[in-house]
């Protein structure tokens, strides 16, 4: 089975950037396609990010393209998040998701089968 942890959350200031990170255990982390999605209080649960088992594609969330990157290191079991010119409205739970071979349909969390439990992304104006 599976588990992720999400790590690196915290309080930045509006401009700032902060790395979250996925750790994936208890299977090979190529196996997986992985996302990034965030929940704000009230608010659905949205896509941020994903990225392809090895790499080989990503896509973004239409309000941080240009300011987020997402990677991954598969010999170190890890996805990362690079979150610059933070603002605000990025102010949510952080969520890492994964599935097996591929994830269908990639922006939804339908798509996905295990959960990280999240981390919290503070910004301040």
């Known amino acids: 089975q599976v588990q992720l942890v999400e790590s690196g959350g915290g309080l930045v200031q509006a401009g700032g950037s902060l790395r979250l990170f996925c750790t994936v255990s208890g299977d090979i982390a190529s196996k997986y396609h992985v996302a990034w999605f965030r929940q704000a209080p009230g608010k659905e649960r949205e896509i941020v990010a994903s990225i392809w088992r090895n790499s080989e594609n990503t896509d973004y969330g239409d309000s941080v393209k240009g300011r987020f990157t997402v990677s991954r290191d598969n010999a170190k079991s890890t996805v990362y998040l690079q979150m610059n010119y933070l603002k605000p409205e990025d102010m949510a739970v952080y969520y890492c998701?994964?599935?097996?071979?591929?994830?269908?349909?990639?922006?939804?969390?339908?798509?996905?089968?295990?959960w990280g439990q999240g981390t919290q992304v503070t910004v301040s104006s």
């Open positions: 998701a994964a599935e097996p071979w591929g994830a269908t349909p990639y922006y939804l969390p339908s798509g996905y089968t295990y």
